[in-house]
């Protein structure tokens, strides 16, 4: 599995260990109560980097998949797997598509936006620009707000990518329970995108948030998405959502942040925080109904292999890069890069 | 003020009236608590349509502004409106913007959105596909789920454009005390595209439900959007979540639509549900702290003009036009029209 | 008519009198052979430019078709006009293309690309970038090799936009003879970019050659585009056509430029150099052969109205917009703009 | 060496044999006067095919470059080569470009362009296109006018690509001179494509003909491109030049091809034809006069290697590739795919 980069700036200083670092982010925890699969999803550079640094051409990255038996998923051809992509990628495919593990709707493949994530990362450090995620609910339990600092220093010191290791411990409990059960939890993650210079989008068409919006929505399981106060500004007064503006050590700043650090599409130089609501794993052990494609009538499907009954944790790193990407492309629309 | 639609395919019955319809669903309704501008929003085309019928050039058409009184505007120039884009379109157009009214980030640019979106809608009637969209919530007061037939029916009955006429009636009261109190109110609201055949979007690039977030969030004002259960998901189980698949007339459903319609990109044939969350009208006439971006110091501003205390309503139909516009992008891309 | 330019960088000087100059080299010169229509081709800015500087909005500009007699044109309906896209337009648009006046395939848009071309060339200017074009052959009259202070002086001192005057009148009497015989000639323009910054260009998917190439084909009437020595090369040695390379006054030059100025996709910084093929007018009024598409029988066609025997002269002011609508999109990609 | 395909409908058979016959044809003929360096360019699957039937997944293919030996090249670093772009790309990516063997800008890169080809060619199979190329001009030596029939049948059958194999052989006596001498030589190939239906093609902005122009131009070497009667059109008369519809075997025909199959950036549904101007290969062992780019001064380069004396016959799979990709692109907009 791999993914092509192209547009990167040439000079770079770009090593495997800058993007295998990344890609280590979203493996399981070793030792914890999500069972790694056998991939060790070693980088292998087969383009755009010469004497450490890139060229200017397009990096091509791979891991290789050497986990083989796709015997598993053989069944999964005929009967859909709800809340898995088989079904409509059986009909948009006519059929052709390769269904094995859900084939290219399979969240592996978010490996790929982890590689490309890694080389905008390198980018963003370069301007003193940070991208954090963190977990901040499981199913039930929710954090308390952190600072950037928590977050920084914590996230990826516990299994569950939540900053605060008390609620971390109550969160693995209750994956460990759905687990027990054959099931599966949700969860939400949070994004900070720390320094984007203000003015930064394109209106009308390429909009900064709608641009995140869409890179986010494109993590499979994530079903909602907000910036700033979200959802909670339908309840708030113009007076208590606007954000008003303040001089701060010679800048201009806002003294409250909901709008989430963009204003008609353009960055306002304030953090841009958003949030990712992901559904549950849809693969769970207990059995569902659905229906066979061949025969078209009802029938049972229990899913087999190794499947986590969270993926909320391995999406933290995946979120940062879909939001670094966002950033660069639109930093180098903007000249800055 | 106008707009351009490429790509229309040629032979689509397509007249001013087509047009005009959903243009006069985003004025205020005449004697409600919205104060209508003098804007009528009359369309007029410029191009691609031929004896009644479009003939694959490009789609030109436009409203004139007849508002010509820009001075109220003139102020904004040097203290940018707190929750408006001034600040970061000023310093993303070097000071060169056109600041007048917001420019173009003025929600009045929507109006370009509902002419583009009409076209859309005339191309999805020929497919049988509906989209439909409603206020479900106001400030505090929220509807109860309605059935598409009631959606339908009595959405554009009350200047409030909710299908309840009664919570319609508690929400216009909200709206007059918000005027009342110089203050402003946000919203929520759902939509529907019924009828979208299974296996459409265009994965990696272009998921559809990742480009129906992106064209939303392209709205002013908007500040959150989910699908099917939303962010709800991350407190549901995995067997709660999942939504079964089972015959039914011979076709292939789903019990339940928490997805909302898309699973992994692409449209599993169900209706296609969202929710779009709008921040409350940052114009308000309370005094608001800003800074003077000229001499760098802080100051208030007191916004003037006619302004609605609440826009949700008005983005009913432009909601609506993103929607069909998106999901004609797809069924083109798709070779469905 | 009119021209939606997005992308244009803010603060750009720009009036009405900068397109409307551009748009008169387009027209006939007076008292010439060449029988003006009456379109007096009045660009009308309707966005993007406030207080006489560009606004970083889209810029659209508009000329309007005053000549409505579209009656010479209903009878092209049914029998194609030779050497026109009539026919394939036909098929194309499945019969609703707007056939009058050859509708968008009409040589008549190309007031468009100008109006865009002006644009271009303010923007260019402010690099030291020009862009230069002449009519070197008009059927079998070629003109000499001539400097860039010639062309530059004399390309629109006369109607033939052909910097030697001696040459000029003879292909005058060219097109005169052709007019009498109620035929048509064609021609070859050649254009010079001067001072492009060496390194732009975009591999493997944006080649400077290959977008200036397209952006020329999508002039109607060409035929042919070729940099530098062009076909010539084939007959050349190796040892011949290459450029070397020496130092003169600080700066890396070649010693020839056959490459007209592009090496693989990129320019050298010499003076991009190239020359377009133009078909006679196919609008001839000699009798043709063609085919009643709606009988499918073989039928004669004499095609009326008023038309020039030879664009050629016309087309200069194109051939110099597209060059510069292109180099601006490369400089823009590459941070010059 | 790699590309990656998107956008291949999901059930085309294809094999890796039907892509290494394609790369196959780039190859330099066995025992003839090109110096077949070691690449054996073996094509390997990546993704995108499944039980031999693509799956609408990216296509990616690779070759491998088993030649390692970078020594020849290090020269080149700062002393670039005339006609190579090894100035402008040095320029272009500030130095830290990869410039070994050209780099991306080397003409091996077409092996790249012939495995996307391949995919293209296989499904014009499907609708009965066929995309042909061969060498009508080496040096002075030209080939007389040839039928389809003759094309298809011999040019692959001699070293030189060009289906008359009495010219062929004078032609391979040039490259041998030139050889002999140290030097090069250029020539030109012709294409034609089949059957492709009348009406294709998008216009303002992507006439098929100007998007043909592009691919071509794309291809390293490329000076010139001309459709049907190409640059011969300036001294034509309209009479002359216009191409009379007629009906034949009930459809309709035009009784000459001067526009090349294509009119308004349209098929007209002849064939389309055009012609591409290679120069002579760059890499020449003659002395050369170029730049030391490190210390600013003249100096002379000898370009080492093992180098083709006329590339001319190994672009002719490259040019039919380009011209099949391109066709795809416009069926696959216009539905037919």
Known sequence: ???????????????????????????????????????????????????????????????????VDSRPYEEIRWTPRPGHADYPARIRYKGFNDYRGGGRFSGRLTAAYVMAGAVAKRLLEGLGIEVLAHVVQINRIEVKALSVEEIRTHVYSNPMRCADGNVARLMEQVVQDARNAGDSVGGVVEGRILNVPPGIGQPIFDFLDADLAKALFTIPAVKGVEFGAGFKVARLMGSQNNDAYAMKDGQVLTLTNNSGGVLGGLSTGMPITFRVAFKPTPSISKPQQTVDVKTLVDTKIEVKGRHDACIVPRAVPVVESMAAITVVDHLLAAGFL
């Open 1 to 67: 599995m791999g993914v092509v980069v192209d547009g990167c700036p040439p000079g770079l200083e770009l090593s495997d260990a800058d993007v295998q670092r990344e890609l280590d982010k979203r493996r399981p925890a070793v030792g914890s109560i999500f069972t790694p699969r056998r991939e060790e999803d070693k980088v292998e550079f087969f383009s755009g980097v010469f004497k450490g640094q890139t060229t200017g051409a397009p990096l091509c990255m791979l891991v290789w998949n050497r986990e």
